[in-house]
């Protein structure tokens, strides 16, 4: 988990998450609709962005995706248990956590 000192620096990690999961999914998670792939991006973005940062509450997530805390709550542990028992998605969260990390090492030198 990383410690972002500024707004700027915590918008940027958020953006990154969103990129990262729709170049790794080829969906837009900002779309609103309840299609099943998309609803599976939009719950791995929630998950890696709850496991990114040091302190981030469901609320903050869910105001960035533009969904209620109890989605956001409802979208981790579902996306918790898809890692134990679902290969393509275990390859994605951590494809994503992998280029999470990598931007996070980088803002962290320039700091």
């Known amino acids: ?11 940027a990690l958020k953006n990154k998450i969103k990129q990262s999961v729709e170049g790794l999914t080829g969906q837009n998670i ?12 939009r719950y791995i973005a929630c998950k890696v962005m709850s496991d990114s940062f040091k302190r981030i509450s469901l609320g903050e997530i869910g105001r960035f995706f533009k969904l209620n805390h109890a989605t956001v709550l409802y979208g981790i542990k579902n996306v918790t248990n898809w890692i134990e ?3 393509n998605m275990k ?21």
Request: aromatic share 10%; proline share 2%.
């Open 1 to 11: 988990m990383y410690y972002l000192t500024t707004e700027l620096d915590r918008e």
């Open 30 to 41: 900002m779309i609103r609709n309840r299609e099943r792939p998309r609803v599976e991006a």
């Open 85 to 87: 028992s679902d290969e």
């Open 91 to 111: 390859r994605i969260y951590y494809a994503v956590m992998t280029e999470v990390n990598i931007f996070i090492e980088g803002k962290s030198e320039t700091h």
